[in-house]
């Protein structure tokens, strides 16, 4: 992807951010603050090996606003890091789909 040197903070895109009213991050060491590394609480409780029930995390009005900035991280390949459980975890905001003989391009944010 573009620039893996530039970072930002994960809620600068419209993510939904569950149910928990304010989001806190940290740096956990110091090279992680150097290294522009901002670690944040998303709310959401994943937990292994327990049963639950489906259940809706949360909901987002998309307004042009919000539509233009995810289709932006789209189109210049954002990606995102997270932890689980203390394991890494990547992958990349969503992918463009483009039909050259039409030159409609659709938006798929994963």
Not at 22 to 37: D, N, P
Not at 58 to 75: F, G, K, N, P
Not at 84 to 89: F, M, Q, S, T, V
Request: with cysteine.
């Amino acid at each position: 992807f573009h620039n893996r040197q530039e970072t930002y903070p994960f809620f600068s895109l419209p993510f939904c951010k569950g149910g928990k009213t304010s989001i806190g991050h940290y740096h956990e060491t110091l090279g992680e603050s150097l290294q522009g590394v901002e670690l944040e609480f998303s709310g959401l409780d994943i937990r292994y090996q327990v049963d639950k029930p489906q259940e809706k995390f949360c909901e987002i009005t998309l307004t042009q606003e919000r539509y233009d900035s995810l289709v932006y991280a789209v189109r210049n390949q954002y990606w995102y890091q997270m932890y689980i459980d203390g394991l890494p975890l990547w992958g990349v905001v969503g992918n463009v789909n483009s039909d050259s003989s039409s030159k409609v391009e659709e938006y798929y944010i994963w």
